[in-house]
C-alpha cells in the first residue's frame, strides 16, 4: 500500500507491515522538528557544535532559501565535494526541502574522475572544501575552470565544463569567484518562507533528490538516480531493523558520499529523531572519543574500521557501556572482529546490511535479536517492503533454497535509472522491476542470504567498490600500455587488493613504479594497483576471452597470497 502520512512514528509501523510512505525529504524533517522539537539532532563533539531539531530544521530552511535566491531550481544538480562536515548533512537536507538534486562526489577524486562526474551529471553549482589530505580541491577546480580565478560569483563561464555556474567554498578565506557558505546563509536569511512552503509543497516524492556515482563494468562510473521515496523508506526499514528510536544516538564516521553514510547513517537517525554525531574524517580515536562522550548507542562501520579501533592500545580506557548496535557493511565480516564488537564494544544488537547503490541501498539486514552466528555467516533476509531471490544468471529462473544464483531485489528502493544512461539502465532493471544486483548469493529457508561470489566484475577494498574497467580505461590513456587487465586479489587487511597485468607496446619498457606514479593524482589512490605486472600475453578461452579467474590465481602464486586466500575463502 502506499500512503502519506504525518508522523514518522506512524510511518516506521506501515514500513513493519510492509508499506511505503509517500514524505519528502523536507517534510520529513518538517515533522521531527515538530514531534522531537528539543532533542540533540545533529552534534560534533570537535567542533562544539550542536543542534536541536528546530536549530537544525531551520538552519536547513535558511540554506534551501540561499540556493533559490541564487536561482537554482526544482530539478537543477547541486553537487557537494566534501568530508562530513556539518554543512553536507545541511545541504543533504536543504537541497531536500528545495528540490535541487543533490550530487555527491568521492572524496578521494582526482581530477580526471572530478570532470568525468561534473559533465556527465550537468551539474550547474558545486558545494566543496578546501581539501583533504593530500588533494587540493580548490586546486583540482582551478586547474578544470582557469576562467574561475576571474569570474564573478554565480556567473562561471567554463570551456570544459560549460553547465557549472555556482561554486560555493565552505571555510573561511573564500578563493575568488566563489561564493561562501556565509554568503549563501545570507542570501537564504532574505528570501520569505513562503516562497520555500510553495516550493516544497511543489515536490513529489517520486522525484530524484540524490544521485551517486557508482562506479560500471563497462566504463565509467554511472549516476544512480534516487528518488524521495527510495531513501526515506529505505531508512525507515533501517531504523525499523535496528529498533532505532528518538532515543538513539549514532556515531557516524562512514563517509557521507556512500549510501552507508547518508542513508544508513544522517537518514536513519532523522527517520527516527535520533541524534547524528558524525565524524569528519575517520578516525578510531575520535571515533570512540565521540561514543563515550555522547553516550552512543550506535556506530556503523566497514569491518576494517571496527578492526582499527578495537586494535587501539588504550582501547580498554574507553567507556563504551552506551552502545548496543550499529551497522557493519561494505565487505564480508570476520568472526572474530564481529565477537570482539559484540564483546569488547558492547555492541550486541549490531546488525549486517548488504546492498547497493542502486537499492537506495539496503536490500537485506540482520536484526538484533539474530542469533551472532546468522550475523556471521549471512546477510540477513529481506528488509521490510523489499522482495527478495534468487535466480539463474542464465537462464533467468528463480532457483531452489540453497542453490547458488544471482540475488534479484524489487521494491520502492529501486532506483529510478542511471542519469542519461536507458541502456545501462534496462540492463540493471528487468522489465517485471528487479535489480539484477551481479553478485551471487544462496538462500536458506528462512529467507537468510549468504554472498558467494559476483557475477560482475568488481573489486571490493576496505569496503570501496573498485570496477576493474575504469581503472583499465585510465591505464589505456597512457602511450606505451598495449592492452591491461586489472583484477582483485585477496589481501588479510582490505579483504581485496588490486593487481594491473598489462602489456606493452612493442620495444617499450615500464617498471611498476612508473606505473603507479602515472596514477598518482589522476585516480583516487585506493584505485591505484597496489601490484603492477608487465606480462607478454593473457591467458584465453578457445573463443579469445581473456581469462581473469587464471589472472588471479597466477597472482596468489606469484605474490605469495595463498595465506589471504585461505581466509578469504574459510
Known amino acids: ?101 543533490m550530487v555527491t562526489v568521492n572524496t578521494n577524486y582526482k581530477v580526471f574522475e572530478l570532470e568525468y562526474l561534473l559533465k556527465q551529471s550537468d551539474a550547474t553549482t558545486l558545494i566543496l572544501i578546501d581539501g583533504w589530505k593530500d588533494s587540493s580541491y580548490t586546486g583540482m577546480i582551478n586547474e578544470l575552470c582557469p576562467e574561475l580565478a576571474e569570474s564573478e560569483p554565480g556567473k562561471l563561464n567554463s570551456a570544459r565544463l560549460p553547465m557549472l555556474k555556482n561554486i560555493i567554498y565552505i571555510g573561511d578565506n573564500c578563493p575568488p569567484g566563489m561564493f561562501s557558505w556565509a554568503q549563501l546563509m545570507e542570501m537564504g536569511a532574505s528570501v520569505p518562507n513562503a516562497e520555500l512552503e510553495e516550493r516544497q509543497g511543489s515536490l513529489k516524492a517520486d522525484d530524484v533528490i540524490n544521485m551517486q556515482y557508482t562506479s560500471g563494468t563497462t566504463g565509467f562510473p554511472k549516476g544512480v538516480m534516487l528518488t524521495h521515496k527510495n531513501i526515506v523508506n529505505n531508512a525507515i526499514a533501517i531504523a525499523n531493523c535496528m529498533d532505532f528510536t528518538y532515543r538513539d544516538r549514532l556515531c557516524i564516521p562512514v563517509p557521507f558520499f556512500h549510501c552507508f553514510g547518508c542513508v544508513l547513517g544522517t537518514l536513519t537517525c532523522v527517520v527516527a529523531g535520533a541524534a547524528m554525531v558524525p565524524i569528519v574524517s575517520y578516525n578510531p580515536v575520535q571515533v570512540l572519543e565521540a561514543i563515550e562522550k555522547e553516550r552512543c548507542t550506535a556506530v556503523h562501520g566497514v569491518p576494517t574500521m571496527f578492526i582499527a579501533e578495537l586494535s587501539l592500545d588504550d582501547f580498554d580506557n574507553y567507556d563504551l557501556s552506551s552502545l548496543r548496535t550499529g551497522i ?13 564488537v559484540v564483546e569488547r564494544m558492547g555492541a550486541s544488537e549490531i546488525t549486517i546490511t548488504y546492498g547497493q547503490t542502486e537499492a537506495a541501498p539496503a536490500i537485506t539486514m540482520t536484526r538484533t535479536n539474530d542469533p551472532i552466528e546468522l550475523r556471521v555467516t549471512t546477510v540477513g533476509r529481506n528488509i521490510p517492503g523489499v522482495e527478495v531471490k534468487i535466480v539463474d544468471p542464465e537462464t533467468g529462473e528463480e532457483v531452489p533454497r540453497g542453490v547458488q544464483g544471482e540475488l534479484c531485489a524489487r521494491g520502492y528502493n529501486v532506483m529510478k535509472g542511471y542519469y542519461k544512461l536507458p541502456e545501462a539502465t534496462h540492463a540493471a532493471i528487468d522489465d517485471e522491476g528487479w535489480l539484477h544486483t551481479g553478485d551471487l548469493a544462496t538462500m536458506d529457508e528462512q529467507g537468510y ?6 557475477v560482475k566484475d568488481m573489486i571490493i577494498r576496505g569496503g570501496e567498490n573498485i570496477y576493474p574497467r575504469e581503472i ?52 583516487a589512490r585506493y584505485k591505484i594497483p597496489r601490484y603492477v605486472q608487465i606480462i607478454d600475453e593473457f591467458p584465453m578461452t578457445a573463443s579469445g576471452k581473456i581469462q581473469k579467474y587464471k589472472l588471479r590465481e597466477m597472482a596468489i602464486e606469484s605474490l605469495g597470497l595463498q595465506d589471504a586466500a585461505s581466509v578469504e575463502t574459510a
Open 472 to 523: 583499465e580505461e585510465f591505464l589505456y590513456t597512457h602511450p606505451k600500455i598495449l592492452d591491461v587487465q586489472v583484477v582483485g586479489v585477496p589481501d588479510i587487511k582490505y579483504g581485496e587488493e588490486v593487481i594491473a597485468y598489462i602489456r606493452l607496446r612493442e620495444a617499450e619498457e615500464m617498471t611498476p613504479e612508473e606505473v603507479k606514479e602515472y596514477c598518482q593524482g589522476k585516480i
Open 449 to 454: 542470504c549468504k554472498i558467494t561470489g559476483r
Open 328 to 340: 557493519m557493511a561494505g565487505s564480508p565480516c570476520p568472526i572474530e572482529t564481529m565477537k570482539q
Open 1 to 101: 500500500m502506499t500512503k502519506r502520512l504525518t508522523t514518522v512514528e506512524e510511518a516506521q509501523e506501515v514500513n513493519r507491515q510492509e508499506g511505503v510512505l509517500e514524505l519528502t525529504l523536507g517534510e520529513l524533517l518538517d515533522t521531527q522538528a515538530r514531534h522531537h522539537p528539543d532533542n540533540d539532532a545533529l552534534v560534533y563533539v570537535d567542533r562544539g557544535l550542536r543542534y536541536t531539531y528546530t536549530e537544525f530544521n531551520d538552519v536547513c530552511r535558511t540554506a534551501a532559501k540561499g540556493l533559490m535566491k541564487m536561482g537554482i531550481g526544482r530539478g537543477e544538480h547541486v553537487a557537494i565535494w566534501a568530508t562530513n562536515v556539518p554543512e553536507w548533512v545541511i545541504t543533504q537536507f536543504a537541497t531536500g526541502k528545495m528540490g535541487a538534486v
